[in-house]
């Protein structure tokens, strides 16, 4: 398919970061057309992975956030009402959190947006060119664990 602009003429790190700002564009657009523009600026991930049954501890270290920076999205989703303890998980853990119906919605309204710029995605390069875009993108993310093991 024809691009407006030849994917050769930029550097790969300036078309990731570019291409990364289209889904949190379409989010941001999304959530506040929802009424949901106080969720955190890095709460859409965390609300989306909670969804699908994360938990707190495995998403923040995902996430690659400092514990000022956990301290600081939790409060915000605590105090925006997204998620609240979940004493059936373990009344002792200050980390078992779950959605509340509006951290729900907001999870829902994330995924129809990232479903949105998938299918947009799709009309644009077809399924063969996106197969290859995620295997490179995997690459990359194993480039950048051996990475990181090479520092320890």
Known sequence: ????TSPDEFPVTTLLRKA????GLAIRIRLSAEGLSDLPKKGPYFVGG???GAGT???TKEMGLSNRQVEKLLEGLLKGEFIESDDALDAQNPLALKLTAKGL?????VAEAISHVNHELALLVGP???AGFRSTLAALREIRERTEDSLH
Do not use: F, G
């Open 57 to 59: 501890e495995s998403l």
């Open 105 to 109: 919605h907001a999870a829902r309204v």
């Open 128 to 130: 063969e060119e996106i």
């Open 50 to 52: 909670l969804a699908n």
């Open 20 to 23: 990364r700002d289209t889904y």
């Open 1 to 4: 398919m024809e691009h407006s």
